[in-house]
């Protein structure tokens, strides 16, 4: 695949029961604005100006590093985050619903770096790995829209982030499956958080 030299990829992938969308092709774009973000603010923006932060069920994780490489970014946030519920569990946001998060326990997945999950809310970084970072970091975001995975290089905590995703791209924070796990290129934060005695969950 040729990588575009602007800050959007645009890849196709089977895309199932995410935003009530039937299982076709899709059109997936992964935006990268260049502003440092916490993970809230990073959320806030995707939902704002797409759908949300991305995760592993919207985007491809290889060719998502491949592209965060090729832009030259470190880190962003995905709509990874700890469960309320359950401090110990990590858990996707809910893309469909744009609000809480769905899905099994990952705080065991292999997708997580070495030592990890430390914190609270979770970013990937060019490697695909995922990091639990502070909820009140400023990193970039990934946001699903309309089946379209986002990036935004801003400045905003994982809230931040979830709620700009929200409001900027009437989405959410990105769930991260191995189909999109490819398209994190950059460092960024994800819809993958806990609260505080709850385990992991994706937002939603």
């Known amino acids: 695949m040729r990588i575009k030299t602007s800050s959007e990829l645009m890849l196709f992938f089977p895309f199932f029961a995410a935003l009530c969308l039937e299982a ?16 809230t603010e990073a959320r806030l923006y995707c939902q704002k100006n797409h759908i949300d932060l991305a995760n592993w ?14 832009i030259e970014v470190q880190q962003a946030w995905i709509g990874l985050l700890r469960d309320p519920g359950n ?3 990590w858990r996707w946001i809910n893309v469909k ?16 770096a070495d030592g990890e999950p430390s914190s609270h809310c979770a970013a990937v970084k060019e490697n695909s790995k995922w990091y639990s970072l502070s909820c009140s970091d400023g990193h970039g975001l990934y946001c699903l ?19 700009y ?5 009437k ?21 993958l958080h806990r609260e505080a005695g709850e385990t992991w969950r994706w937002i939603g």
């Open 87 to 89: 401090a110990s569990a």
């Open 165 to 169: 995703c929200k409001t900027e791209s």
């Open 145 to 163: 829209e309309n089946g379209k995975i986002n990036y935004y290089s801003k400045n905003l905590t994982w809230y931040s982030a979830s709620q």
């Open 97 to 112: 619903s744009g609000k809480g998060i769905s899905g099994g326990d990952l705080s065991q997945s292999s997708y997580w």
């Open 57 to 70: 069920n919207t985007v491809d994780e290889f060719m998502l590093a491949d592209f965060l490489l090729h």
């Open 171 to 191: 989405g959410d924070l990105a769930t991260i499956t191995m189909r999109n796990t490819n398209e994190l290129m950059r460092p960024g934060w994800i819809g």
């Open 24 to 39: 076709f092709n899709v059109e997936t774009t992964v935006y990268c604005p260049y502003q440092k973000m916490n993970w």
